[in-house]
């Protein structure tokens, strides 16, 4: 269904990331691989599914690095038709005590990453009559949690400008759209699952139990793969009108 197009999923050498990726390459989408860490088995993965795939390490906390690699990607694929803005990391501790940098660092990779992206894709998609921007926001974009100040407040803040980008394309064949994933297994998470364990003083798995017995009625994880179908779903023909949504994939968690 992709054949012929390129992603650029951000932060996607790992987690969701690298799951979206994967479901995108196995549309046919070539694609265009960021993130730190280990970068030749992610590479690997997504090859597996025949797609074909390059790489640029830009640090989403830098505006420059950030315009390097969209004219990386044209350069290796012609255009970015699909922008998953997904790059994005956490810091948990109440208001109080909450180190500054750490906010800005939060702001800078979890929101101004995806507007810096997001202004420097939209004119060739524009002009190609043509485009998918997939945000991925979270469940933290529709509610709080406490000491997650930074984080919610970014995340509500890509929620919107989710909305923003779609009303301003609404016309053309760009969409726009959120996703809110609650719960995901995935490295980010992992620390809060070992944080959790060690001040309960109680196995992985019971921390787990507990992680997800406070919020996700459910009491299952999201996986990267489910989170891949829905981001299918946005650039599929039958995603043409939808635009501006935030749609969670939370196991409960917003509608209590
Ligand atoms: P992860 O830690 O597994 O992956 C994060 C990715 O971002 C990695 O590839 C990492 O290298 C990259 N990254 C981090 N800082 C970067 C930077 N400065 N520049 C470039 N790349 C950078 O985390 P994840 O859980 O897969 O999170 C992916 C996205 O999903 C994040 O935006 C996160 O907020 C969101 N999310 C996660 C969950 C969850 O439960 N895991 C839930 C809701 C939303």
Redesign the pocket.
Known sequence: MLKGKTALV??????????LAKALAAQGANIVL????DVDG?KAEVAALGAQVAYH??????PA?IADMLTYAAAQFGRVDILV??????HVSRIENFAPERWD?IM???LS?AFHATRLALPAMQAAGWGRIIN?????GLVASAEKSA?VAA?HGVVGLTKVTALENATTGVTCNA???????????QKQVDAKAAALGVSNDDAIKAILGEKEPSMQ??T?EELGALAVFFCSPAGNNVRGVAWNMDGGWVAQ
């Open positions: 951000t932060g996607s050498t790992s987690g969701i990331g690298l799951g960021n993130g730190f860490g992610p390490g830009a640090d989403m906390s830098k690095e803005n997904n790059a994005g990391i956490q660092a800078a990779i979890n990453s991925v926001a979270s469940v933290h984080y995340k996703i809110c994933p609650g719960w995901v297994l995935t490295p980010l998470v994880f999201t990267p």
